[in-house]
């Protein structure tokens, strides 16, 4: 495998648009990537495969913890993010769709991989396929996983439906393929004013490319948006294959 493997992606318009100012703003996709790895048993691994690098809050987390690896593989549908990630002879990057049937067909060379994900498979638009592809990867899995719980609050004022997972709905499909344990973690942010607030929503990525609500609306909700935080959900999953 070279170091940078291609496949086109085919959903990229949330990260890619806002890469250049990602780490600025996701504050808590990078405590969730921590907790994560805080959740590793071993302190060296033949394989790591993280799905959904980003720019690298896993592996910089890894870095930290002192947790080694003979090989790193960093999957990401956008090409922006993965030009972000830290690079290195033993870390190999793929840009791929992983909702596609052969998304992780070159990834599963190594039986004793360890598969890692963190705040990506809430936007897998067909979260079964994927799995049952993901499952064949490695003998143990950690995923943390956004759900519905997102934005609660907001979503309700709009009148609108979260577009990803609910836990339920997450849990229900990860046991089709995985044996796992759940932890439900909830978050909040807190702004000093409404304009921060919006800012945040458009910069950080975390609409995942969904534009359900236009500029001017999300103005007025916000205005009456009742809350000085918003609210986030995540799914922390520990696995090994049935």
Known sequence: MSNKVKKQPSAVKGFS????????????????????VSRLKQSHY????????????????????????????????SEEMLSLHPSAANIYQCCIDF?????????????????????????????????????????????AIFTSGTFKTLHQCAGIISPIYSDE????????????????QSYQLTFPNTKEMLRYIQKSGVSGGERQLGFKEMKRLMEEYPLD???????FVEAKPL
Do not use: P
Not at 170 to 184: D, G, P, Q
């Open 17 to 36: 648009r806002f890469a250049h100012t990602y780490d600025q703003y996701n504050m808590i996709q990078a405590e969730v990537a921590e907790a994560l």
């Open 46 to 77: 033949s394989t790591i495969i993280d799905i959904g690098c980003g720019s690298g809050a896993v592996i910089k987390n890894l870095k930290k913890r002192a947790i080694s690896f003979d090989k790193f593989i960093a999957v990401d549908l």
């Open 99 to 143: 909702s596609t049937h052969d998304a992780f067909d070159a990834l599963c060379g190594d039986k004793e991989a360890l598969v890692l994900s963190s705040s990506a498979l809430q936007w897998s638009k067909d979260l079964d396929l994927t799995l049952s592809r993901l499952v064949k990867c490695g003998k143990k899995a950690y995923f």
């Open 169 to 184: 709905a997450l849990k229900k499909v990860i046991s089709r393929h995985y044996e796992a344990t759940f932890m439900l």
């Open 229 to 235: 935080y918003l609210e986030f959900e995540v799914l």
